[in-house]
């Protein structure tokens, strides 16, 4: 007799495991596999979603355990969705894989050091924007006073349990000054302003691209909006979401769910491809909490990516112009999850004298994936050298993007060619367009 798959004993431990209802979704086309980009440079079936899923089914039934023949493909997995784009059976991908990463959690025993990074990462410094900022700080100082060349001429770093080189190598400068979220406001100066929203400072961008959050505020108030970014608020959980700690990232999801409600304003913007995802997925990831679910619906609605709100609202068109060449970097949690991709580009060619340029590929990940690149360097050292390559042969002078994982990954990989491409947000073009308004 053949037994059904509920009637088998699943391997899955926890209430947030990938459903029998969405894991049979999967029909098996393969139309998903051109569109991974980890089956892309690898050509294996395992590291393709259509693998990844049967390896799900597989534990489910009970044939596999969670062990060294599933981990290592599911960590494999960047979690760009673009997989759901394109699947025919609307398999809901990204909420599987966040699933199975919480059941790696559940089953592996890491060594010390990583449980202690994980632990301050997070559930100390993501969820608290002050600790934040102070840790940027000693980031900062540590490569301003020579100590990291010292660390690195000394072999210190060797010393050090993990591959601490490489991830010294992915630490950013933060050579900008970062955003701090403390009820600040931008008014326009004339006129009744045509709506009001709140804007999420978020964590990694407020420290590695501040100035691009003071130009989001400018590019809003020149649109007649006014913005304010409440204090109180936090980290929008999305870090902690890929990696499977699920907890820490309710948590969050509830703090900004108070703040922002309580703010009495039109819509909730974000400049961050991967935390308006995380943000409009909140009633999901609060689905068991039947106090806020409500809740999470509303604020679910009220977030907009800044890209789809200029768009939704009317730009007002720069008049100043930027005789630049410019190509534009899909993110993949704008492209995939959000479905936008032709917003961020009619703002690019509302610029006088910017010409957009198409890349080759767009929409592939550039291999970033929040912590991924740490997590996974080789396989995101693929990924960062194919974007780059096409970035360059695009004849660009500026690449784009809406994603500070992206810009980061794309600096990194631009820095290692010795290319003069600049990476800069697309508001940041925006704010420099309207800049030169009062100069022309
Ligand atoms: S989320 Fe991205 S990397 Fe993961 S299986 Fe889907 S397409 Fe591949
Ligand atoms: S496209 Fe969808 S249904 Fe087809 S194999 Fe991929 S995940 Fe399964």
Redesign the pocket.
């Known amino acids: 007799m053949i037994e059904s798959p509920s009637s088998m004993k699943s391997g899955f431990k926890s209430p947030f495991a990938p459903t029998e209802a969405d894991m049979y ?8 596999l051109n569109a991974c980009p980890t089956y892309l440079e690898t050509g294996l079936e395992a590291e393709s ?2 693998g990844r ?1 049967a390896l799900m089914k597989a534990v489910h039934e009970g044939r596999l355990e969670i062990g060294p023949q599933v981990i290592p493909h599911w960590e494999l997995c960047i979690q760009c969705r673009a ?1 759901e784009v ?4 609307n ?1 809901p ?1 990204g909420r599987m894989m966040e699933g199975a990463r919480v059941e790696i959690n559940l089953t592996v025993k890491r060594p010390l050091y990583v449980r202690f990074a994980r632990y301050v990462g997070f559930k100390w410094l993501l969820p608290r924007p002050k600790l934040l900022r102070l840790f940027g700080n000693l980031i900062k100082l540590y490569h301003r006073t020579g100590l990291r060349k010292v660390a690195r001429a000394t072999k210190l770093i060797d010393v050090l349990p993990g591959d601490q080189r490489m991830l010294d190598d992915y630490l950013p400068a933060l050579k900008t000054p970062f955003f701090a979220a403390k009820n600040q406001t931008a008014t326009p100066v004339t006129g009744q302003p045509r709506a009001r929203v709140a804007l999420l400072a978020g964590c990694v961008m407020a420290l590695t691209n501040g100035p691009t959050m003071e130009a989001t505020m400018r590019v809003l108030k020149r649109n007649g909006v006014e913005v304010i970014v409440p204090a109180g608020q936090g980290c929008c959980g999305a870090l902690n979401v890929h990696a499977g700690e699920r907890d820490s990232a309710q948590d969050m999801a509830r703090r900004n769910i108070d703040i922002f409600l309580n703010a009495d304003v039109d819509a909730v913007i974000t400049a961050s491809g991967g935390c308006g995802t995380q943000m409009k997925e909140y009633a999901e990831l609060l689905a068991d909490d039947s106090e806020y679910t409500e809740k999470a619906e509303q604020f679910a609605g009220m977030t907009k990516d800044i890209h789809e709100y200029l768009v939704d609202l009317g730009v007002d068109p720069p008049r100043g112009e930027l005789d630049l060449q410019v190509t534009y970097q899909d993110a993949c949690h704008l492209n995939n999850t959000q479905r936008i991709s032709t917003q961020p580009r009619e703002l690019l060619t509302s610029i006088p004298g910017l010409n957009l340029l198409e890349m080759k590929e767009p929409a592939v990940c550039c291999g970033a994936g929040g912590v991924f690149s740490v997590m996974q360097p080789e396989m995101s050292g693929f990924l960062r050298d194919r974007k780059i390559s096409n970035v360059v042969s695009s004849g660009c002078d500026v690449v784009a993007s809406g994603n500070p994982g992206c810009v980061m990954q794309m600096e990194n990989g631009l820095r290692n060619a010795d290319s003069d491409i600049q990476v800069k947000y697309v508001v940041d073009l925006l704010d420099e367009a309207y800049s030169k308004e009062t100069i022309s």
């Open positions: 979704k999967c029909v098996h086309c393969g139309f998903c979603p259509r899923i997989c394109a699947c025919p059976s398999v991908y």
